[in-house]
């Protein structure tokens, strides 16, 4: 039995002091159930992925299940971080997969502008493990990303320019797109002569704190014949993989494992041996400069240590070899930590649907991907979709 | 409108490796083995995670170290505002262990540099591994 995506909604990210988690969460649910063109009475299942604590509310998917009409529907609450998203949409997809229901919904929500600056990066510096990294050394989650930038440079010889490019092109597809955070394009210039969060990452090289929400409701072959949806997007791979909570129990800083190991199980999946000519679109999770870099090596998008100049080709641009966070990525669109995944699925239906606007890829293989990692490669997931 | 004051705060339960935390009173930082499979840890755990064996031995480390990666933190979090100046962490790799710690040198250190470690406590009397240049 295979599962489709019938419906995909997403709120504008950005600083949303406007909204509760519930009231932002209900944006996407709304857009997603009249996407799909189902009515409450189909959702037989609601999954909310939320990584929680930068909200007020720290119990949140029964108030967001309610707000969003769902009250007795589950929900299940599920948390991996900042690949909290993807682990919601699996929950879902899984649950179909089983044969438990024919149609779920995963909501995707987070707050995280709630608490002061210096409290978000205590959060996020707890990611990993508290009592021998944040507690005795003040980790930051931008710390952990800097800390593989320093490795694959000197390895590598990857520059900040390289990283900075990152940056100028999300940015620039990020400008188009109405709902993302940034919507203004970088020069190389401003990148490069941002400050220094955790050398040698600049603020250029960080994703933003973002509020936002993305829904996506899923639904057996059977129930999308029977609704007679004409325009379903298929998930044909899926992947996971973790690593150590420790970064000092790492094999290597070069690259992130999780990643390579969630790749090959869902390529493997899907029957896609060459990712460039199989894939139309991929979006990767892009949290930090480096962090997209070390994605396009990992998924195998090219060889380890080429990632520098993958982006300074252009191959990961429009025209390249394959675009990549053609909406803006986590970089410019932002990074809403439940949100993400369910947000990069959304992306990707609607490329393959041909709904993209100006931000539209080619379609030759109508097949993309997802690449979603929580923390650093502490979590990885990898979606494949098809038409 | 801001909601009401809510302070978290943990007790830490670390009596199965306070030969660690007193080990590092005294100078010296440890990491365990398994007894029965040979797997090595540090951060110390008292439990195999491989064989599920209970039996460990403390292992010394020391020696020359060697850094795989480092950081400077610019914007330190909250629980570090003493710290806020930056500081720079590293994990530098000794054997079998790789051990994180913060740079106590002159500005950034190097992938590659060789550095031995040392303890020490933070201004909050936190204890922790420091790595110095050799
Ligand atoms: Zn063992």
């Known amino acids: 039995m295979k599962v489709g995506v019938i419906g995909v909604g997403c709120s504008k990210f950005g600083v949303r002091r406007d909204v509760t988690l519930q009231e932002v969460a209900f944006e996407a649910v709304k857009e997603a159930m009249t996407d799909a063109g189902v009515s409450r009475d189909d959702v037989e299942l609601s999954v909310v992925g939320t990584a929680g604590t930068r909200s007020y509310e720290l119990m949140p998917a029964v108030p967001v299940n309610e707000y969003c009409g769902f009250a007795g529907k589950g929900p299940l609450r599920v948390e991996a971080a900042c690949a909290t998203g993807s682990a919601a949409v699996y929950v879902a997809y899984s649950s179909i997969k089983a044969g438990l229901v024919d149609v779920a919904i995963a909501i995707g929500c987070e707050k995280m502008t709630e608490v002061d600056t210096a409290t978000s990066l205590a959060v996020g510096g707890r990611g990993g493990s508290y009592l021998w990294e944040f507690h005795q050394y003040g980790t930051t989650f931008p ?15 990857t520059t900040e320019k390289q990283m900075a490019l990152v940056a100028v092109k999300n940015h620039r597809n990020a400008a188009r797109n109405p709902k993302a955070h940034f919507q203004k394009e970088v020069t190389l210039e401003e990148a490069l002569a941002s400050s220094y969060v955790a050398y040698p990452l600049r603020l ?11 829904a996506a409701i899923l639904a057996s072959e059977k129930k999308i014949k029977e609704l007679g949806v004409d325009n379903p997007i298929w998930i044909s791979g899926v992947g996971y993989s973790s690593d150590t909570a420790n970064l000092s129990r790492r094999e290597d800083y070069g690259g992130l494992r999780a990643t390579v190991n969630a790749s090959r199980m869902a390529y493997k999946m899907a029957g896609i041996d ?15 400069t480096i962090a997209e870099i070390m994605a396009y090596e990992d998924l195998g998008f090219c060889r380890k240590g080429e990632g520098g100049m993958f982006i300074k080709e252009g191959e990961s641009d429009f025209g390249g070899s394959i675009p990549v966070n053609t909406f803006g990525g986590l970089k410019a669109k932002g990074h809403p930590l439940g949100a993400t995944g369910v947000a990069m699925v959304y992306e990707v239906v609607k490329q393959l649907r041909g709904e993209a606007g100006s931000l539209q890829v080619d379609l030759k293989n109508y097949k993309g991907l997802t690449h979603n990692i929580g923390g650093t490669g502490h979590f990885g997931w990898v979606f494949v979709f098809e038409v | 409108m801001e909601s009401r004051p809510f302070v978290l705060k943990h007790m830490l339960p670390i009596s199965r490796v306070e030969r660690y935390w007193k080990g590092l009173e005294e100078g010296k930082i440890y990491g365990t083995r398994c007894q029965s499979c040979g797997a090595s840890f540090y951060p110390p755990q008292a439990d195999c995670s491989f064989c599920y064996s209970g039996d460990m031995d403390w292992v010394e480390i020391d020696g020359e170290g060697v850094v795989e990666c480092f950081t400077r933190i610019q914007r330190p979090p909250q629980g570090f505002e003493f710290a806020s100046g930056g500081y720079v962490i590293v994990v530098a790799a000794f054997g079998s262990f790789k051990v994180m710690g913060w740079f106590k040198g002159e500005g950034l250190p190097e992938v590659g540099m060789k550095v031995k470690a040392e303890t020490g406590k933070d201004e909050l009397g936190v204890w922790k591994v420091y790595l110095t240049p050799l």
């Open chain 1, 143 to 157: 710390g952990h990303y800097a800390m593989h930038a320093s490795a694959h440079m000197s390895r590598y010889g």
């Open chain 1, 204 to 214: 250029f090289d960080c994703s933003p704190i973002s509020d936002g929400a993305a």
């Open chain 1, 274 to 288: 060459s990712p460039l000519k199989q894939l139309d679109i991929a979006t990767v999770h892009d949290c930090f």
